[in-house]
């Protein structure tokens, strides 16, 4: 499937609400989070390689859908839910780098974010974060407070159960939710065309009563303006969007997946030269924004803080056994510590 | 200092990978992130980066080799000792942003040997004592292959070990399952695993089909085609009637998929023919033998049976077709049974003909009898359209006077 460049229909509900764009200080921010994003994943894929780190999913190809979108959202008031591929928008939200790496190296505190971050921490069950948007959004309206949440899925979890209890909630309840899909094409091996038989999936926010857009998910202007306007509906207490943004996974699934076995070098065609990081560069390029030589030192920093976030993470303690039973209960219960000294105590 | 670098389990419970190709050499200088190795496990081939940064004096195991998980990938003289993964080396413990829990209690220093629940058990149930072995795993965790040394003097006599034959070492020759061989063993692994096989297995006289070769044969002489007489193989004239037969049943020219729960019915009859030689079981496919003459099958026969046997098939001839025939009666068996190839719904076998009493105008007569034994994928057809192919297919073999009424 083609990418298809948004149709973008600045709001008319008359709340005030201005078409925002990203200034020009903004935009170089945007381009240096899309590295960023990028270099993460592969850094990600190279220590998985080694052997020191789990399963990661990289976001190769979905850059500027995970970046316009987390830079539409104020930070410090606004909610990021994220599904397992926003990293970036993670710690761009105020999870340290670190913790990132300490999760995919097996430490359960990892999850646990400074106090005060607005993210939610990974979510690996498919559409299971959807719920909890809905419910986190539907509550911060009970406590008074104008806070937005972005919650990020795919055109895959779009399929599951949780994803249409979760928007039609949202919609009957008005709930101050942004549906970010990023439609990648594939669900793991499964293809678009196996997922649905719609033209577009933005068209089911008819059928909750939200409102719903396709955006062209590699051009990171056009997602950010897109949730930018989501996110004043959604706090001007006007309700849900589902944005679908139309984008394409440039590599494999995860670490575990190997898309040679089932991708046509032919599949890939259509989306030659739509690289969301070639894009910005030349959008700053032909408005003389990015000056020569000022990528190199983007990337040499981005590669050193990324480096040396991975390596404090290996310095820090591994998670002993007894990490099985912490961070989940407030109260593990008498069976649980039970297990625990069993387990540490080695009888069987 | 040299550094090893042990396989990581690169997929999500992967135990072994395959070397594909080193990317480095040893004497060889390599940085740190540098293409090491691809190996290709049972999920993926994956590049391997390197960990380190240095000159490599070793490595673990050639191309085509199976290497555990664990087992040393390469070693490498690095500069110093600080390079690289050290993942052991805890010395600080990065923040917890908040205080943790408090915890019941400290955990106490661990004692006694690594092991699984799994592997507990059965040292159990062998008698042993776990803290007698040395494990052979990670951080000296104890495993399987570990328990399995054991002398066998030391289990009670007639407990559950003596029920585990699979446990004693094994003697004899153990070589690794490689290139051809493992293809096979993988391919027909998969169809015995997922293709519910049924079977007819009829006996045929073919005096009338010898007969026909024989005429066609000098035919062939007769004009100075002595290349196409030699050709014209009786299993030349069996690939031609298989070829015509399937074309008209559906069933065995098809592919079953479960997952998307289609069975998808083939246009065209690709022919797989097994061929024996040095390098192993070959089955080269003849395309769209339904289209052919049974010269043009006659000499593609030819072609790749030579090509089979010299090493040179190409790639496209050894590509998956819709249906197997094997001639294994070749080797000199008068009977034997098929397995169906993955993707494929039914496959032929021919055994050798051999001389039989046979009834015939209520005589008893010598004749030529030959097995026909079709397999079929029950998943795709019941006993009735199996027994309906193999009954057109023997009768054809047995009349090949049967192909005129294919232009009837």
Redesign the interface.
């Known amino acids: 499937m083609a990418a298809k460049r948004a149709e973008n229909n600045p709001s008319s509900g008359g709340t005030g609400v201005t078409t925002p764009g990203l200034a020009a200080e903004q935009l170089v921010e945007a381009f240096r989070q899309m590295l960023f994003a990028r270099n993460l994943s592969e850094r990600g894929f190279?220590l998985?390689?080694?052997?020191?780190m789990g399963?990661i999913a990289g976001a190769q190809g979905q850059e500027a859908a995970i970046v316009g979108s987390m830079m539409a959202l104020e930070r410090g008031r606004d909610w990021v839910v994220p599904q397992y591929r926003e990293l970036a928008a993670m710690v761009y939200h105020g999870v340290?780098l670190?913790?990132i790496f300490?999760y995919f190296m097996g430490a359960p505190?990892a999850s646990?974010?400074?106090?005060g971050t607005k993210v939610l921490p990974i979510q690996i069950a498919l559409a299971a974060q959807l719920p909890h948007a809905v419910g986190l959004g539907w509550g911060l309206r009970h406590q008074g407070d104008d806070g937005v949440v972005l919650v990020y899925f795919g055109e895959g979890a779009a399929s599951e159960g949780d994803a249409h209890e979760a928007m039609n909630l949202a919609g009957v309840r008005k709930a101050p939710v942004v549906f970010m899909l990023q439609n990648n094409g594939w669900a793991i091996s499964t293809p678009l065309k196996l997922q649905t038989a719609a033209e577009s999936l933005a068209a089911r926010a008819e059928g909750y009563g939200i409102a719903g857009e396709q955006v062209d998910g590699n051009d990171v202007l056009a997602v950010h303006e897109a949730t930018a306007r989501a996110v004043a509906r959604a706090r001007a207490g006007e309700g849900a969007t589902l944005i679908e943004a139309i984008t394409y996974r440039m590599g494999?699934h995860n670490?575990?997946?190997?898309p040679?076995?089932y991708v046509e070098p032919e599949a890939f065609e259509p989306w030659e030269g739509m690289d969301p990081i070639d894009r910005a560069r030349e959008r700053l390029g032909a408005e003389g924004l990015l000056e020569e030589g000022v990528e190199d030192e983007l990337r040499t920093a981005i590669g050193e803080e990324i480096a040396a976030a991975a390596a404090?993470?290996?310095?820090?303690?591994?998670a002993?056994?007894?990490g099985l039973f912490?961070?989940v209960y407030?109260d593990p219960g008498v069976r649980l510590?039970r297990q625990?000294?069993e387990l540490?105590?080695?009888n069987? | 200092m040299e550094v090893e670098?042990?396989?990581?389990?690169?997929?999500?419970g992967v135990a072994e990978a395959e070397i594909v190709e080193w990317h480095v050499a040893v004497g060889e200088e390599l940085s740190a992130?540098d293409p090491l190795v691809d190996v290709q496990t049972d999920?993926?081939?994956?590049?391997?980066?390197?960990?380190y940064t240095g000159k490599v004096v070793g490595l673990g195991a050639e191309e085509e080799e199976m290497v555990a998980v664990g087992a040393v990938l390469v070693t490498v003289e690095t500069a110093d000792a600080a390079v690289g993964?050290?993942?052991e080396?805890?010395?600080?413990?990065?923040?917890?942003?908040?205080p943790?829990?408090a915890?019941?209690?400290p955990?106490?220093a661990?004692?006694?040997a690594l092991a699984s629940?799994a592997i507990?058990r059965l040292a159990r149930e062998r008698g042993i004592e776990l803290e007698s072995i040395a494990g052979s795993g990670p951080k000296g965790r104890i495993q399987e292959s570990d328990l399995g040394t054991t002398p066998a003097a030391d289990l009670p006599p007639g407990g559950p070990a003596s029920a585990r034959p699979s446990a004693a070492p094994l003697s004899g020759r153990t070589l690794p399952l490689r290139g051809s061989r493992r293809l096979v063993a993988e391919a027909m692994s998969e169809a015995w695993r997922t293709i519910p096989h049924i079977t007819d297995l009829r006996e045929v006289e073919v005096s009338n089909l010898l007969e026909a070769r024989r005429l066609l044969k000098a035919r062939l002489e007769s004009r100075g085609e002595a290349e196409a007489a030699q050709a014209l193989t009786v299993f030349a004239l069996l690939a031609t009637i298989v070829a015509g037969v399937v074309s008209r049943h559906p069933a065995v020219n098809a592919t079953v998929d479960l997952q998307q729960r289609q069975i998808t019915y083939h246009d065209r009859v690709d022919l797989n023919v097994a061929v024996s030689t040095p390098q192993g079981l070959l089955a080269p496919v003849v395309r769209a033998a339904d289209t052919l003459s049974m010269s043009g099958i006659a000499r593609e026969l030819q072609r790749l049976g030579t090509a089979a046997r010299d090493g040179t098939l190409a790639a496209s001839d050894l590509t998956r077709g819709t249906v197997t025939a094997s001639n294994y009666g070749s080797l000199g068996s008068p009977s034997g049974t098929t397995i169906i190839q993955p993707g494929q719904t039914a496959i032929v076998g021919f055994g050798r003909a051999v001389e039989k009493p046979v009834v015939r105008g209520g005589a008893i007569v010598v004749g030529s009898v030959m097995q026909v034994h079709c397999s079929g994928d029950h998943r795709a057809m019941d006993g009735l359209e199996l027994q309906a192919f193999t009954a057109e297919l023997a009768a054809t073999v047995e009349n090949p006077a049967l192909l005129l009424a294919e232009r009837d």
């Open positions: 190279i998985q390689r080694q052997g020191r399963t340290p670190v913790q300490q505190r646990r974010f400074p106090a494999p670490t575990a997946d190997d040679t076995r404090a993470a290996e310095r820090s303690a591994a002993g056994p007894e912490e961070e407030a510590l625990r000294s540490i105590e080695g069987r | 670098f042990r396989l990581p389990d690169l997929g999500e992130d999920k993926a081939i994956v590049s391997i980066p390197s960990p993964a050290a993942p080396a805890a010395t600080e413990a990065v923040s917890p942003t908040q943790p829990p915890s019941p209690s955990s106490p661990r004692e006694g629940p507990r």
